[in-house]
């Protein structure tokens, strides 16, 4: 099958960029390979979303659904349970769904495929590996989506947007949060998360320190916190961690096409794919531009 676009990902910058595209009478085909649209937004159960693209403030699912309301009534193919796992210089995709393995061709294709969180395995911590360690965006999803209970007392490493909204989010669930780490001088994230999400809650923070050394057999039983001026460590007891120490752009699929440093010209990134966005408005606003000069692209030729 031939399109004019394939979008790879379904969060708020796919969504958007097919919206757009759909809107010039493109022909468009989204994969995506979760079961529902939306992406991240799908985890995102708390406020402080669509402040500026609709001027008003609602939750990430409510901001996914607004999209997918308006993409179902669009001309658009959509696949969904559908994973892109190749793209190649022929401008094709190999794309693993619910129909086995097919190909579709394309003239563009738009890279809307997030980002991934750095794992513990990205910092230096020594002691064991046992169950009760967590990335951020899993707890958050294992918490909001599946309800699971994933401990009492935890320690957060990392105090980006992502940790004081995990944090928050556990505090209202009745947990202990003993601290959130921070290695900079500063907490991370928005000043709203701040005043959200720490002082509305009392989180304890631990400024210009790190998680060296992780205690438990079987399960998470402390850390060992680390104060990278002084050297003093104290133990912090726990019986989960989550980590918030970044995101990086997912390109992996479109890695192969990079020659010398640069893509064809006919591949592109918008959404956290291209870089990370605090807000989710601007990965709407950014997919949505990126879509519309691509058609004008098109039109021109
Ligand atoms: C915890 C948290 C809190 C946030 N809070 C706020 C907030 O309060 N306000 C705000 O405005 N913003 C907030 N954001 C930011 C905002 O939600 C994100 O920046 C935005 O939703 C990212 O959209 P995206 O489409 O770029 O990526 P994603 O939502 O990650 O979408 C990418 C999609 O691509 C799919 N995909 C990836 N690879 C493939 C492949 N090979 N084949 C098929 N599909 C693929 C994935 O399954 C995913 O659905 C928050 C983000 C997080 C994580």
Redesign the pocket.
Known sequence: MKYDILI????????AAAITSAERGKKVVL????SD?????N??I??????TYFHEDIT?TEYAARFRKVILDKNIEIMTD????SIDEDRSAV?SGKNGIIKVFFDFCIM????RERSIGSVFTGGTRPAGIYT??EA?KMINLAHYDLGERFVILGSG??GQ??ARRLKILGKDVAAIIERNESLGGLNK?RHDCIEAYGIPVILRSTVDMIYGEGRVSAVRINNLDTGKTEILKCDALITAIG?IP?R??AENLKKNGTYPDWLYF????DN??????A?TMQ?EKLASDICRLMEER
């Open positions: 790879v990902g379904g969060g708020a910058a796919g969504m994969a995506e390979r979760e649209l939306g992406g991240i937004l985890q995102c708390h406020y402080g979303f669509g402040l990430g559908a994973d892109v796992i794309i809307a495929s997030g980002c951020a965006g958050q947007n992502v909204i995990v998360n995101l997912d992996d699929v918008c959404g956290n794919c990370i966005h605090d807000m989710v408005d990965v997919a």
